[in-house]
């Protein structure tokens, strides 16, 4: 099957399954210009969908070091009337959010700490309200990923240029199903099963999770009551959409404020254009109160210091070893793929949907709920074939859930 055709297909889901386009809807796609060839094929998609506009707006990743290079911190901290009003467009018009991932994980390896850590901030507080409105699913959002030949020489480094860029294109079509027959009826399979582990979880009722593995010995305190999830969402529209694409997980928020013991990574972390690895946490409850890092420390050390919610827990995912995506032996260096090949963990934001009702509650609300509330949301892999979780009752008995990396059947 032709490269071509494949992204036709790759398309397709994209359009029919992640974002589940409707009539009269508005879509916004944000990418690099390296992923116009798949693009053009989303914007026909989404159009014979029945869109009713469709805004691209590209970046360019080699622009980006020029604007590090050369443009003060001061500078870096503005941010335009024009795009306050266009993210206040998006969010009233409730328009649909397509982001494209393809650029190197280390594109801004030789950048600026001060300067990425500078623009970050404000361009978090400028998404504010706009993230808000997809993290609860007023509006529909999905992530999905495009290979540059920057990133594929970084996964495959005994390739080279397109060499390198086919065999990550290959991986990335086998990691979302558009190689199989047919995509789009794979998808509805898989969620589903995604669905019953979800509902199985739910259904126990554990008080907490005890995670142990070289490196972990940590205890996350779950809310009582609280729903697991998959990445198979209905917005506040009532349309299905899958957020993350490919997608391995279920996951929860955790109560933020009973995690105590400390973490170690499996797989390293690409982190605002630079790796952090070899990175472990220390948690008394509920925050983070020591961290090491073999490398990228100040990476890691500008991460924990974005805002107080930085140091604590918005969620915990549940992926087994024997996921499609941890058998292809691939180190992805990116989260949207690490994080489905293994059990992750993330600092920041929770989902209020984890608690029923919480989602109508205010911020402050949601906090007194021990729903961690922050600026950003960053997920790090600490699954492996070592890894032990237990389900713990209210009453102490415990139960086994995982076993070597692996569902406990």
Excluded at 56 to 74: C, F, G, L, R
Excluded at 249 to 259: A, H, Q
Excluded at 284 to 291: A, E, L, N, S, W
Aim: net charge negative.
């Amino acid at each position: 099957m032709s490269q071509h055709h494949l992204l036709k297909k790759y398309a397709d889901v994209i359009v029919k399954i992640g974002l589940n386009i409707q009539h009269n809807e508005i879509l916004v796609i944000e990418s690099d210009i390296n992923t116009a060839p798949l693009v053009r094929p989303v914007v026909e998609a989404a159009y014979k969908q029945g869109a009713k506009k469709v805004i691209v707006n590209y970046s360019d990743s080699e622009v980006a070091k020029y604007t590090y290079d050369y443009q003060s911190v001061e500078t870096l901290q503005e941010v335009p009337e024009y795009l306050k009003q266009e993210l206040k467009y998006y969010e009233e018009e409730k328009a649909a959010l397509l982001s494209i991932i393809s650029v190197s994980p280390e594109a801004l390896k030789n950048q600026s700490e001060e300067k990425i850590n500078a623009r970050a901030k404000v361009m978090m507080k400028a998404h504010e309200s706009l993230s808000d409105s997809f993290g609860n699913f007023r509006q529909t959002w999905c992530i999905v990923a495009y290979p540059s030949v920057e990133w594929a020489e970084i996964v495959f480094p005994e390739l080279s240029g397109e060499a390198a860029q086919n065999a990550l294109f290959d991986a990335i079509f086998k990691a979302v199903r558009a190689d199989q027959e047919n995509p789009v009826a794979a998808w509805k399979s898989h969620i589903e099963h995604l669905n019953q582990r979800a509902n199985w979880l739910t259904e126990k009722g554990f008080d907490k999770l005890h995670y142990t593995a070289p490196g972990t010995d940590l205890t996350v305190g779950l809310h009582q009551g609280g729903n697991w999830l998959k990445a198979g969402k209905v917005n506040k529209q009532g349309t299905e959409i899958i957020v993350n694409m490919p997608t391995e997980e279920v996951y929860t928020t955790p109560d933020f404020r009973r995690v105590d013991g400390y973490v170690s990574n499996t797989l390293p972390l690409s982190l605002s254009g630079k790796i952090v690895d070899q990175f472990k946490l220390t948690f008394k409850d509920g925050v983070v109160t020591d961290f090491e890092a073999g490398e990228g420390y100040e990476t890691l050390k500008n991460l924990l210091e974005i805002d107080d919610g930085a140091k604590r827990l918005g969620e915990i995912a549940l992926v087994p070893v024997n996921s499609p995506i941890y058998e292809s032996g691939l180190l992805f260096y990116n989260t949207l793929f690490d994080e489905n090949a293994s059990c992750h963990i993330a600092l920041g934001s929770g989902f209020a949907e984890v608690i029923n009702g919480a989602e109508d509650q205010s911020i402050e609300e949601q906090v007194a709920l021990g729903i961690n509330d922050s600026l950003t949301h960053v997920d790090f892999m600490i699954g492996s074939e070592s890894l032990d979780i237990d389900g713990v009752y209210a009453d102490d008995r415990c139960e086994p859930i995982f076993r070597q990396g692996r569902w406990v059947e």
